[in-house]
C-alpha cells in the first residue's frame, strides 16, 4: 500500500493509505471528503464547546440585542424553554449575546467536552507523526460521536437554526465566513505531487511509480490558484539542529582559543634539559650563600 502524507502548503494534513492502480478521480474523491470532514469535526467542536458554556443559539434576529432590546420589540426564543440540557441548567451569560446563557451543568459540559477532545484525537495533525492514517470512517466516527453527546445533554434536541443542528444535517451556512475559504469542493481541488499536477483521468502509479512500499508527499490546492511550493530539501526541525550544532562547535573553538596559553612551558617538567641535568647533579644547585 502506498502511504500519502497530505499537505495544504507547508502544514501537514494527514496520512491516506491506496494502492498504486487507484485512479486519480477517485483519490481526490477520498482525499476530499477526509480533508472537509476534518474541518467539519473542528468546526462542531468549537460550536459545542462554545453550547456547554452558554448554551443553544439564539434566534437570527435576537442575536446581540440586549435584554431591554429584546423586551421592547417584543421578541421571543420559542425553543428556550423546550431545548433544555438534562439535570437543568445554570446561568453563564453570553456577553456576545449569540447564545441564551442557559449553560448545561458541570456533569453534562464535562461530557461534552470529553466527547470534543476524543473528536479532535481521531483526526488530530499529531497522527501524521505517529504514523497513523485517517480514514473517512474514522471522520464518520467522530461525528456520531459528537452527535450522541448532544443527544445525551439536549434530549429534546436543539433549535433547527442551531450551527450543530445545521452541520449534522449537512445544511450548514458558511458563506461568507473564514470557513467557506478553508473547504474545498471535489470540483475545486487538485492534488500536485513533486510540483506536478497529478491529472485526473489517470492512474496515481502514473506518477509515483508501481512500488507499493512507497511513502509520498502530495499537496492539496485548489483549482486556478497557483502551484504549491516545493518541498524544502531541509525541514524546519532539521534547519534548528544543524543552526544549534555548528552554534555549540563555533563556542567550543571560542573556549579553546581562550585557553591558548603558553605559560606552562617555564614548568620544571617542560625543561627539555631537565633529564641531562638530574644525571649531572645540576638540578638543586642554588648560587646563594647559605
Known amino acids: 500500500m502506498v502511504k500519502l502524507h497530505v499537505k495544504h502548503g507547508d502544514e501537514s494534513q494527514f ?3 491506496t494502492t498504486t ?4 478521480d477517485n483519490l481526490i474523491n477520498q482525499i476530499c471528503l477526509i480533508y472537509n470532514g476534518r474541518l467539519k469535526v473542528h468546526r462542531i467542536c468549537n460550536e459545542m464547546s462554545m453550547l456547554a458554556k452558554h448554551g443553544i443559539t439564539l434566534p ?3 442575536q446581540g440585542l440586549t435584554d431591554d432590546q429584546i423586551t421592547d420589540l417584543k421578541l421571543k426564543d420559542e425553543y428556550e424553554d423546550t431545548c ?3 439535570d437543568g441548567y445554570v446561568e453563564e451569560v453570553d456577553v456576545i449575546g449569540r447564545r441564551n446563557g442557559r449553560a448545561p451543568t458541570e456533569k453534562m459540559r464535562s461530557i461534552i467536552e470529553r466527547t470534543i477532545q476524543e473528536a479532535k484525537e481521531k483526526i488530530s495533525k499529531k497522527l501524521v507523526q505517529a504514523d497513523q ?3 473517512c470512517d474514522q471522520i464518520n466516527e467522530a461525528l456520531q460521536q459528537l452527535k450522541g453527546a448532544v443527544m445525551i445533554v439536549y434530549p429534546m434536541g436543539l433549535p433547527p437554526y442551531d450551527p450543530i443542528e445545521l452541520e449534522f444535517k449537512n445544511q450548514e451556512e458558511l458563506e461568507g465566513t473564514q470557513d467557506s475559504l478553508d473547504v474545498i469542493p471535489e470540483l475545486d481541488m487538485t492534488l500536485w505531487f513533486s510540483g506536478k499536477e497529478m491529472q485526473r483521468g489517470k492512474l496515481l502509479c502514473d506518477f509515483v511509480g508501481k512500488n507499493e512500499k512507497t511513502k509520498v508527499i502530495v499537496k492539496v490546492q485548489k483549482k486556478g490558484n497557483a502551484a504549491p511550493a516545493r518541498e524544502r530539501v531541509v525541514s524546519e526541525d532539521e534547519q534548528k539542529q544543524m543552526m544549534a550544532y555548528y552554534y555549540r562547535k563555533q563556542q567550543e573553538a571560542k573556549k579553546l582559543e581562550e585557553s591558548e596559553d603558553n605559560s606552562y612551558m617555564d614548568s620544571k617538567w617542560a625543561d627539555p634539559n631537565s633529564l641531562k641535568r638530574s ?3 645540576l638540578n638543586d644547585i642554588k ?3 647559605r
Not at 21 to 24: G, K
Open 15 to 17: 496520512l491516506y493509505e
Open 21 to 24: 492502480n487507484t485512479p486519480i
Open 60 to 62: 437570527v434576529n435576537m
Open 84 to 86: 433544555i440540557p438534562m
Open 133 to 135: 492514517c485517517v480514514t
Open 279 to 281: 644525571f649531572q647533579g
Open 287 to 289: 648560587w646563594k650563600p
